[in-house]
Structure formats: structure tokens, C-alpha cells
């Protein structure tokens, strides 16, 4: 059940997007030029988007089990710190460049143009590279704790 | 600023936000998780025990998405102008800056945003400045 309503919530989001036009690189780059002929759609898209979701977070906040009887996920850390912030612009960049971010990605992907396609390859071999220096990390961490336990 | 009145479609924008927001609402009602896609990737190449079907179920869902479009007769309208090169390097920015901010246009943007969280606002101010200075970049300094 948990599979399928996932499925038809990938759909209903995608339909969403293309819908809006936000599939559309060169759409989502009429928005981010805010110094030529500026397209404001996003602000709408994000607002419809937004407007259901204020709701059904007031609703999913009361809630200890979801309405499939599914445990709720939704703590998330409110801390704001370098990495965030610096990730969200090297995201942005990369936004910049293509006019594509991950929703959007995987739609066009849908439509198996090679540039899609090597869009969505390298945004994979970017989030792999993500979890290799994160495991380094750890492991040197790891390491450092072990050294000052014997040293 | 000018706005391109041609290109701007109130309508459908607003429309295509709220099948999102519905799309994000039921994940989110039905089965307790958010739906933010670059965590919902990350998730997929990291997976955890009984937390990888939905959210491949999901990614799948998006990808079906032409297909089921075409089907009423709809092909999307989607023109990519980058070029390869860019593609990539704009891909990995994509992929590793989601990751290390722990969220995109959809987690933070859409979702974030959605539970008045000041974590997520800070990421969505910093991703669409980014993307502004960027396209400002790209076609007014380098003219491309």
C-alpha cells in the first residue's frame, strides 16, 4: 500500500510539475533572470505548493501515525550552519547552469533525451560523492578517537 | 525589472503548485514522509533496511510522468539549451550542494517552507540567490 500511494504521489508530482512549466529548463531560467525578460511563474508554483502543504503539516503535526498507520518522519534539525548554506549555493549554481533540480531532473528523464540523462548521471555521481567524503570523514574520525584512546 | 508577460503563466503555475502540494501532502499524510527529492535520491544510494521501495516507488513515479502525459496525448514542452559539458558540471553542483544542504527546491522550498522552518528558509534564500547571481553571470556578463 505504502509502495503504491508512493507511485501515485511520484505521478501526481510530476504531472504537477510539468503542468506548471517547472519541468521546463528554459522556463525555470526565464525565472532565475531577474535582470532580462523576467518569468515570475515559480513564485506562483511554489505558493500553490506551499499553501497546500501549510495545511497539511498542521494537520500531520498532531499526528503520531500517518493515515496508512505508517510512523511519521518528520523531525528535522532546525540548525542553520556553513554547510547548509554553502550546499544550498553550490546547489544554486548548479540550478543556474541548467535550470534543472532534482524533481525536474528525474521527469525530463522520463523523456530519455541524452541530456537528461547525463544530467541525472552526473547529479548521482555528485550526491555519491557526497557519501564518499562523508564515510572518509567518519573514518578519520574514527580513527583520530582510536589514536587518542591508545596515544 | 521587466517581466515577460508572454512567458509568465499564472494559471498553470498556480494549478501545477497545487497538484505539488497535494503530491507532497499525501506522501506526507499517507505514508509520514517528506517529500524532498534530492533526500529522497540520497536515501535510495545510501539505502536503510525497509526504507528503499517507496522511496523508488516515488523517483519512479516522477520518471513515469512523460509517459503517462503522452498518453492523454500530452508530450511535455522541455528544451534544454546547456550544453553537455555544463550539463555535467551543473549535475555534480546539483547532486553534492542538495546533499551537503540536506534539501532542494522541494524539501526546503516546498516542504520546508511549508512548516514555517527557519533551517529551510535560510537554504531557500541561499540556493535562489545563487541561481540569480548565477543565470546574471552566464547571460549578461559572459553574454552566453
Redesign the interface.
Known amino acids: 500500500m ?26 525555470v ?2 525565472f ?26 498542521a ?3 498532531k ?1 503520531t ?4 498507520g ?5 523531525r ?5 550552519d556553513r ?21 525536474p ?7 530519455a ?1 541524452p ?2 540523462v ?14 564518499w567524503l562523508e564515510q572518509r570523514k567518519a573514518i578519520r574520525a574514527e580513527n583520530a578517537a582510536r589514536s587518542v584512546q591508545t596515544g | ?4 508577460w508572454n ?4 494559471w ?24 524532498g ?2 533526500g529522497v ?2 536515501g535510495i ?2 539505502p536503510a533496511k525497509g526504507d528503499t ?3 523508488l ?13 503522452g498518453h492523454f496525448g ?1 508530450w ?7 550544453g ?1 559539458g ?21 524539501g ?8 514555517l ?3 529551510s528558509l ?3 534564500l ?11 553571470v ?3 556578463v559572459f553574454g552566453i
Open positions: 505504502a509502495v503504491s500511494t508512493s507511485v501515485l504521489a511520484g505521478i501526481i508530482f510530476g504531472v504537477g510539475l510539468l503542468v506548471s512549466g517547472m519541468s521546463n529548463p528554459a522556463k531560467l526565464g532565475l533572470d531577474v535582470a532580462g525578460h523576467w518569468d515570475p511563474s515559480l513564485v506562483l508554483v511554489m505558493s500553490g505548493a506551499v499553501a497546500v502543504n501549510f495545511v497539511a503539516f494537520v500531520a503535526r499526528r501515525v500517518s493515515f496508512l505508517l510512523d511519521m518522519k518528520l528535522s534539525s532546525r540548525h542553520i554547510r547548509l548554506v554553502l550546499g544550498s549555493v553550490l546547489f544554486g549554481v548548479g540550478w543556474g547552469i541548467a535550470g534543472l533540480c532534482p524533481g531532473a528525474l521527469v525530463v528523464l522520463g523523456t533525451q541530456k537528461a547525463v544530467f541525472f548521471a552526473a547529479m548521482l555521481g555528485g550526491m555519491g560523492a557526497f557519501e | 525589472m521587466n517581466i515577460d512567458a509568465f503563466t499564472p498553470c503555475a498556480l494549478a501545477g503548485g497545487f497538484l505539488i502540494g497535494i503530491a507532497a501532502a499525501m506522501l506526507l499524510l499517507l505514508n509520514g514522509r517528506i517529500a527529492i534530492s535520491l540520497g544510494l545510501k521501495a517507496w522511496r516507488a516515488f523517483a519512479g513515479g516522477l520518471v513515469l510522468t512523460p509517459m503517462v502525459a500530452a511535455p514542452d522541455i528544451r534544454i539549451d546547456t553537455f555544463a550539463l555535467v558540471a551543473a549535475g555534480f553542483l546539483v547532486g553534492i550542494g542538495t546533499r551537503y544542504g540536506s534539501g532542494c527546491t522541494s526546503h522550498g516546498v516542504c520546508g517552507l511549508s512548516r522552518s527557519p533551517r535560510a537554504a531557500t541561499s540556493f535562489m540567490s545563487a541561481g540569480f547571481a548565477t543565470v546574471f552566464v547571460r549578461h
